[in-house]
């Protein structure tokens, strides 16, 4: 027991009824998070629910995004009043996700707070969000993250110590009373752990023969990560970062790894001198988009790919024992696995799900249509590794990227895929929709479409084979007779209305068929999943407000 020589003060007030987590924690707007007491009434709620032992360490850091800066120091002083006495925080209190859940591993905190909204606009009218992750620097399960919403919905008020403010901008050791603070590089830990698990030497090697590649960092979290491997580690000249500077406002862009919030580089990837390897991270560093010369991968084959290649990297010689994708995300994945012997773990949407496959050892490598991809070596997706692998890969393997997926498509089948968006901002006519396609499910399983049948029809239920928890209703799917596959599901990531998703896939076995334009092959998949869900009559959309 720690007799608390700070000066702490008990706050009432009435809990607020809107804090559940989603996707990957509590995302809102800026101007929520804002009102009094809500942000510490939610972290107070994570507190109570955690119950961390008394003195214990804890992880704070975060993607950069307007309010993370007044945020972190409520965040420490709600900490300390709840007996928190260790607490390492990035410098100007950034960590890219995936660097937050490594510092959290390797200096063995209770818990880590990350301060992101991942690829979600940012600003004073953009987003702001808040998610904690357990000792395995793994995102809290569904279970604890519900538990913590109705802690929420409970609480009478919170605990905040009295503390000056804690000076963010030079690393090194505080003392605020018996609360130990030290500010670290947020860089340094990542950069060693990349330089295990890649051949540095070749990647130099391959840029010093004239190969060349382009990262765009959106003016998220990776640009001093980016600086400091890409061009102080790997020699890249400097101009090969793309908006390298981390702003509080991501410079207005909408820091999205994909086709359509990434326009520039891909338009530069469609020029005659474009880079051999192209490549953005989100807000936060997790998320990647992989381009070549006039080509985009998708982030499906990407991880597919990646384990037919992965025993030609250092840290992967000796391959994985399994591999996972979320439920959505297109089978190309399955279909190595199986070549290969290893199983393939679908999971719901989240990479939180991953992370007792991760942390049991069932599974090595893993990755989501999300542009999200990763393996054991933290457990948050991440972006600049993926990137890295893919650099490694093209120097190791003497094939561009296109080349390396012709060879893969040929072998393997080509997996066209394609995410159709539609967006509605009243949430209930989105749910009526579902509620209708559900009800219908019985009645299409059979039927005929053209030359092909839905041979099954179902609600994606999970059932987490480390621990037996159960996920019910993750994405509505049908699976047609002639490789096709379309998934339903709302988004669980924005902080206003409601997104459908409608993923489609389509495999594609003949090698004569593999380079169409997916959009050419998925659009009559694509108005059927509408005419199905009667799409247009429950959202009053026409057309998708965004194809990815
Ligand atoms: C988050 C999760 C991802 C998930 C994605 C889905 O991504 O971390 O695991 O695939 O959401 O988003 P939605 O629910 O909108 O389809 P991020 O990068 O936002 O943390």
Same mark, same amino acid.
Not at 70 to 99: D, F, M
């Given at each position: 027991?720690?007799?608390?020589?700070?000066?702490?003060?008990?706050?009432?007030?009435?809990?607020?009824?809107?804090?559940?987590?989603?996707?990957?924690?509590?995302?809102?707007?800026?101007?929520?998070?804002?009102?009094?007491?809500?942000?510490?009434?939610?972290?107070?709620?994570?507190?109570?629910?955690?119950?961390?032992?008394?003195?214990?360490?804890?992880?704070?850091?975060?993607?950069?995004?307007?309010?993370?800066?007044?945020?972190?120091?409520?965040?420490?002083?709600?900490?300390?009043?709840?007996?928190?006495?260790?607490?390492?925080?990035?410098?100007?209190?950034?960590?890219?996700?995936?660097?937050?859940?490594?510092?959290?591993?390797?200096?063995?905190?209770?818990?880590?707070?990350?301060?992101?909204?991942?690829?979600?606009?940012?600003?004073?009218?953009?987003?702001?969000?808040?998610?904690?992750?357990?000792?395995?620097?793994?995102?809290?399960?569904?279970?604890?993250?519900?538990?913590?919403?109705?802690?929420?919905?409970?609480?009478?008020?919170?605990?905040?110590?009295?503390?000056?403010?804690?000076?963010?901008?030079?690393?090194?050791?505080?003392?605020?009373?018996?609360?130990?603070?030290?500010?670290?590089?947020?860089?340094?830990?990542?950069?060693?752990?990349?330089?295990?698990?890649?051949?540095?030497?070749?990647?130099?090697?391959?840029?010093?023969?004239?190969?060349?590649?382009?990262?765009?960092?959106?003016?998220?979290?990776?640009? &001093?990560?980016?600086?400091?491997? +890409? %061009?102080?580690?790997?020699?890249? @000249?400097?101009?090969?970062? =793309?908006? *390298?500077? $981390?702003?509080?406002?991501?410079?207005?862009?909408?820091?999205?790894?994909? &086709?359509?919030?990434?326009?520039? +580089? %891909?338009?530069?990837?469609?020029? @005659?001198?474009?880079?051999? =390897?192209? *490549?953005? $991270?989100?807000?936060?560093?997790?998320?990647?988009?992989?381009?070549?010369?006039?080509?985009?991968?998708?982030?499906?084959?990407?991880?597919?790919?990646?384990?037919?290649?992965?025993? =030609?990297?250092?840290?992967?010689?000796?391959?994985?024992?399994?591999?996972?994708?979320?439920?959505?995300?297109?089978?190309?994945?399955?279909?190595?696995?199986?070549?290969?012997?290893?199983?393939?773990?679908?999971?719901?949407?989240?990479?939180?799900?991953?992370?007792?496959?991760?942390?049991?050892?069932?599974?090595?490598?893993?990755?989501?249509?999300?542009?999200?991809?990763?393996?054991?070596?933290?457990?948050?997706?991440?972006?600049?590794?993926?990137?890295?692998?893919?650099?490694?890969?093209?120097?190791?393997?003497?094939?561009?990227?296109?080349?390396?997926?012709?060879?893969?498509?040929?072998?393997?089948?080509?997996?066209?895929?394609?995410?159709?968006?539609?967006?509605?901002?009243?949430?209930?006519?989105?749910?009526?929709?579902?509620?209708?396609?559900?009800?219908?499910?019985?009645?299409?399983?059979?039927?005929?479409?053209?030359?092909?049948?839905?041979?099954?029809?179902?609600?994606?239920?999970?059932?987490?084979?480390?621990?037996?928890?159960?996920?019910?209703?993750?994405?509505?799917?049908?699976?047609?007779?002639?490789?096709?596959?379309?998934?339903?599901?709302?988004?669980?990531?924005?902080?206003?209305?409601?997104?459908?998703?409608?993923?489609?896939?389509?495999?594609?076995?003949?090698?004569?068929?593999?380079?169409?334009?997916?959009?050419?092959?998925?659009?009559?998949?694509?108005?059927?999943?509408?005419?199905?869900?009667?799409?247009?009559?429950?959202?009053?959309?026409?057309?998708?407000?965004?194809?990815?």
């Amino acid at each position: 027991m720690i007799v608390s020589t700070l000066d702490i003060t008990h706050i009432n007030c009435t809990p607020f009824q809107d804090q559940r987590p989603g996707t990957a924690g509590l995302r809102k707007k800026v101007s929520v998070f804002r009102q009094p007491h809500y942000l510490e009434c939610f972290v107070q709620a994570i507190f109570d629910t955690l119950k961390l032992p008394q003195g214990a360490r804890l992880v704070i850091g975060g993607d950069g995004r307007y309010h993370n800066a007044e945020a972190i120091q409520t965040i420490i002083r709600i900490a300390a009043a709840n007996g928190i006495r260790e607490i390492i925080v990035g410098q100007n209190g950034l960590l890219s996700t995936p660097a937050a859940s490594l510092v959290i591993r390797k200096y063995k905190a209770a818990a880590g707070f990350i301060l992101t909204a991942s690829h979600n606009p940012g600003g004073p009218d953009g987003d702001f969000g808040l998610k904690f992750n357990t000792p395995s620097g793994g995102q809290a399960t569904e279970q604890v993250t519900e538990a913590v919403f109705r802690t929420s919905q409970q609480l009478s008020g919170y605990r905040i110590a009295s503390l000056p403010p804690v000076d963010l901008v030079r690393t090194g050791n505080t003392k605020c009373g018996e609360l130990d603070i030290q500010v670290i590089d947020p860089v340094a830990d990542y950069a060693m752990l990349m330089q295990e698990l890649f051949d540095f030497a070749a990647i130099r090697t391959w840029l010093q023969d004239g190969h060349r590649i382009r990262f765009d960092a959106m003016h998220g979290v990776t640009g &001093p990560y980016a600086r400091r491997i +890409l %061009v102080d580690l790997l020699g890249c @000249p400097p101009d090969s970062i =793309l908006h *390298a500077e $981390s702003l509080p406002d991501f410079g207005g862009l909408h820091p999205d790894p994909n &086709p359509i919030d990434a326009a520039e +580089l %891909v338009a530069e990837s469609l020029r @005659p001198d474009s880079a051999d =390897l192209l *490549a953005a $991270s989100d807000g936060d560093g997790d998320r990647n988009m992989i381009l070549g010369p006039g080509f985009f991968l998708s982030p499906g084959d990407s991880v597919a790919m990646m384990l037919a290649s992965l025993q =030609l990297l250092p840290g992967y010689r000796n391959g994985v024992a399994g591999v996972a994708r979320s439920m959505p995300t297109s089978r190309a994945l399955d279909v190595v696995a199986a070549e290969l012997g290893i199983p393939c773990y679908e999971t719901p949407t989240g990479w939180r799900f991953f992370c007792n496959l991760l942390e049991a050892g069932l599974i090595g490598l893993c990755g989501e249509e999300s542009f999200g991809t990763s393996s054991a070596h933290v457990r948050e997706k991440d972006g600049l590794w993926a990137v890295l692998f893919w650099i490694n890969l093209l120097a190791a393997r003497h094939r561009s990227l296109k080349q390396i997926a012709d060879e893969h498509w040929r072998h393997h089948g080509r997996h066209y895929y394609q995410r159709w968006d539609y967006y509605t901002a009243d949430t209930s006519r989105a749910n009526a929709m579902l509620g209708a396609l559900r009800s219908a499910l019985p009645g299409l399983c059979g039927r005929q479409f053209g030359t092909a049948q839905i041979e099954s029809a179902d609600d994606f239920h999970y059932r987490d084979p480390v621990d037996g928890s159960e996920s019910a209703h993750q994405g509505i799917r049908l699976v047609f007779s002639d490789g096709a596959r379309i998934v339903y599901r709302l988004s669980g990531t924005g902080t206003a209305g409601a997104t459908l998703r409608v993923y489609l896939e389509r495999h594609v076995r003949d090698a004569a068929a593999i380079d169409r334009p997916t959009s050419e092959v998925l659009a009559p998949l694509g108005n059927l999943a509408a005419a199905l869900a009667r799409i247009g009559e429950f959202i009053g959309a026409d057309a998708p407000t965004g194809m990815i």
